[in-house]
RNA sequence: GUGAGUGUAGCUCAAUUUGGUUAGAGCACUGGACUGUGGCUCCAGGGGUUGAGGGUUCAAAUCCCUUCACUCACCCCA
């Protein structure tokens, strides 16, 4: 009986890994350009950090991790992570890496689980390539990681996105927004979807992101965000924007921008892609200074982005295909007596760290060659048992169809010279 | 969780409307033409429980029921 893979979980396979290989390698560059360091934490934490962090109310602590009780005698519940900052800044605290260097830029890759309905852009295993900033409140840093991943967007070859921007104000004066919004939803609340009656007492700031026509028509001269950011946060907001303009970074001001995990304050942003169908965010992200302190570390203000690898994947795939690396050389043989002379050669070609493949079974000369060309091998070397006999083999340069004579007994010393390409 | 759509060869798809012989094509694969030299061309070959199970019928890929999977949308979000 076959077992097929779990839904909404999927294999990268060789073809498509290779994409993902390239957008990880980009990644490295850019973090470290920026000068981030990587952190790997576990996939499984204890639910009680992500429904502490993320809010006990938001979908994804109601009804979308995987979580189940521990083995052991406690029987602690655990959770594979929906998400990476609450795993980032429980490892920040516990290892009081706050200590020994006020200013933490981190980033890592990995996989996050969610129990949604799988579609387009969105499965159960996803993975993410995230980053956290820990320690300053300055707004220099929200620039400075915006830049990030423009300058990440770019080297990877994206196009066609847009960055929108918002500000969701502080512990200060986000009440007062709240309380103001609830006041002109509440008159109009017969006009709005019965989804969003339901979200005016859980969390009234959704209602701006309802996609539903009657929904945009009674929130369309609702009160902004942006006029009632505290001086502080409005500070803090206009040197963002001050410095996005100075680097001329293009973006669009979207007061109705409002962020899934309750952590989120001040500044928010959101990346988005229209050839992504409904799952459109390739990347978002914001400001979260209130999360440390949460998770029982000192007050440190955060900020941080993650980024979903399958849609960026799917994004650039439609762009090009990228080619599966191609083989050094491949190695002919004709006859059993070749095969055995061949075998060890490969494996000492494959230690000097060349790439390195040769015919397998019984074929003829031409299938082999075929095989070689299909792999795109660079040279091949083709042995036989006249070659064996005379000490010199044949080898050919595929791309120009030259052939040359090596010396089989030294055949390594030629093969590793300049012809290979090192 | 709700709704809609789609399941035929390794891949992309015909044949389903109107049930009718042995389910086809292109690409890919294997071999040959070219007995030891790749790509192009030509020829040949292998490969299918038509997602699965049941039903109707002389006859089912085709009609009906059940089920599973996938996809997209709602929702939610990276």
Same mark, same amino acid.
């Given at each position: 009986m076959k077992i097929s893979r779990v839904k909404g979980f999927s294999d990268i396979l060789p073809g498509e890994v290779e994409l993902w290989q390239f957008i990880e390698e980009k990644a490295r560059e850019v973090f470290a350009r920026y000068n981030f360091s990587e952190i790997r934490i576990p996939?499984? @934490?204890?639910t009680e950090l992500f429904s502490r962090s993320l809010g006990e109310t938001t979908d994804i602590v109601e009804k979308e991790m995987y979580t189940f009780a521990d083995q052991d005698a406690n029987g602690a519940l655990l959770t594979l992570?929906? @998400?990476g900052t609450a795993g980032v800044v429980r490892a920040y605290v516990e290892a009081e890496l706050y200590k020994a260097e006020p200013l933490r830029k981190l980033f890592y890759f990995g996989p996050m689980f969610r129990r949604e309905r799988p579609q387009k852009g969105r499965l159960r295993q996803f993975y993410q390539i995230g980053a956290e900033v820990l320690g300053r409140e300055d707004p220099f840093v929200d620039a400075e990681i915006l830049l990030l991943l423009n300058d990440f967007f770019l080297i990877v070859g994206l196009d066609g996105v847009s960055l929108e921007l918002n500000s969701l104000g502080c512990v200060q004066c986000r009440p007062r927004y709240r309380q103001a919004l609830l006041a002109h939803l509440s008159e109009r609340a017969k006009s709005l979807c019965p989804n969003c009656q339901r979200r005016m007492e859980r969390?009234?700031?959704?209602v701006l992101d309802c996609k539903e026509e009657a929904c945009l028509e009674t929130t369309r001269d609702a009160p902004s965000i942006l006029d009632y950011l505290c001086e502080a946060c409005r500070d803090h907001f206009g040197a963002v924007e001050k410095l996005m303009r100075q680097t001329a970074l293009v973006y669009r001001l979207n007061p109705r921008m409002v962020r899934g995990l309750d952590y989120y304050c001040r500044t928010t942003f959101e990346w988005t892609s229209p050839r992504l169908g409904s799952q459109n965010t390739v990347a978002a992200g914001g400001r979260y200074d209130g999360l440390v302190e949460d998770l029982g570390g000192p007050p440190t203000p955060g900020v941080g982005f993650a980024i979903g690898m399958e849609r960026l994947a799917l994004l650039l795939e439609m762009k090009e295909t990228r080619e599966a690396p191609r083989p050094e050389l491949y190695l002919v043989w004709v006859g059993t007596a070749a095969r055995q002379w061949a075998f060890p050669v490969v494996h000492r070609l494959r230690r000097s760290g060349v790439r390195a493949e040769m015919g397998g079974e019984e074929k003829s000369l031409k299938s082999q060659m075929r095989r070689a060309d299909k792999l795109r091998a660079s040279f091949v070397l083709i042995v036989g048992d006249d070659e064996l006999k005379s000490g010199k083999g044949v080898l050919r340069n595929?791309?120009?169809k030259e052939q040359s004579e090596v010396s089989l007994d030294r055949v390594e010393a030629e093969l590793l010279a300049p012809k290979l390409g090192g």
């Open positions: 996939l499984l @934490e204890k992570r929906p @998400e969390n009234p700031l959704r595929m791309d120009t």
